[in-house]
């Protein structure tokens, strides 16, 4: 039973235009969000969070957006970079004990 | 200086051998985690300790079997190999607590043939 989704297997976007990556989670017991970055044959690398207290977290040119009631978070990159081509993974937990990761969206920044 | 590295990076071995994957952080972290990413991607939680003690057991054969000698190493062993536990295995720790992360190894690429 997968709590938390993420629809899009992968998205390509233009460099220097906006990346938009989506994510879905189905307990409402979770209290912290994250995003993960991971490149081939690499261990994910945390990217940026969210707590469930809050909206909107900003750290340069990522922005997380989290919509309780809706229980959707997004990850919003702006400028895209080539260099943000990954596969990004939301995630989630409840006193950070046990993270839920959904299955990933391989983002393609064309230059 | 490697926060949670893990050996070996790559693991080829036959169905129905033994096999170990060590993991060490140097974060001084209480708790650490087994992760498992199959062929669909997904990153799906095994075994989960909280200084020393298993606290989370997900659905896992009992042919997985996670030690865990101080609360810096956790090492996962994996008895009777078979062809469906091709996969990659993560290491990874955090400090407990809400609004805390989870740091990753870099992951074994487990292929059983």
């Known amino acids: 039973d997968q709590q938390v989704k993420q629809n899009s297997p992968s998205l390509s976007v233009q460099e220097g235009r906006i990346s938009i990556l989506n994510c879905d989670y189905t307990?409402?017991?979770?209290?912290?969000f994250l995003w993960y970055k991971k490149y081939p044959a690499e261990g994910p690398t945390f990217l940026i969070s969210?707590?469930?207290?809050?909206d909107k977290n900003e750290d340069g040119r990522f922005t997380v957006f989290l919509n309780k009631s809706a229980k959707h978070l997004s990850l919003h990159i702006v400028p895209s970079q080539p260099g943000d081509s990954a596969v990004y993974f939301c995630?989630?937990?409840?006193?950070?004990?046990?993270?839920?990761f959904g299955t990933g969206t391989s983002l393609t920044v064309i230059p | 200086d490697t926060a949670v590295s893990q050996t070996p990076k790559y693991l080829v071995t036959q169905m129905g051998n033994d096999k170990s994957i060590k993991c060490e952080q140097n974060?001084?972290?209480?708790?650490m985690y087994w992760y498992k990413q199959d062929s669909k991607k997904f990153l799906k939680i095994m075994f989960s300790?909280?200084?020393?003690?298993?606290?989370i057991n997900e659905t896992v054969p009992n042919r997985f079997s996670p030690k865990s000698p101080d609360k810096a190493h956790l090492n996962l062993h994996i008895n009777s190999l078979e062809l469906g536990d091709s996969a990659v295995y993560f290491c990874?720790?955090?400090?407990?607590?809400?609004?805390?992360?989870?740091?990753f190894g870099q992951g074994t690429r487990l292929t059983v043939v």
């Open positions: 990874a720790s955090s400090q407990p607590g809400t609004g805390t992360e989870a740091f």
């Open positions: 307990n409402s017991m979770f209290d912290y």
């Open positions: 969210i707590s469930s207290i809050k």
């Open positions: 995630a989630a937990s409840t006193t950070g004990n046990q993270f839920y």
């Open positions: 974060l001084g972290h209480d708790t």
């Open positions: 300790y909280n200084n020393k003690e298993l606290i």
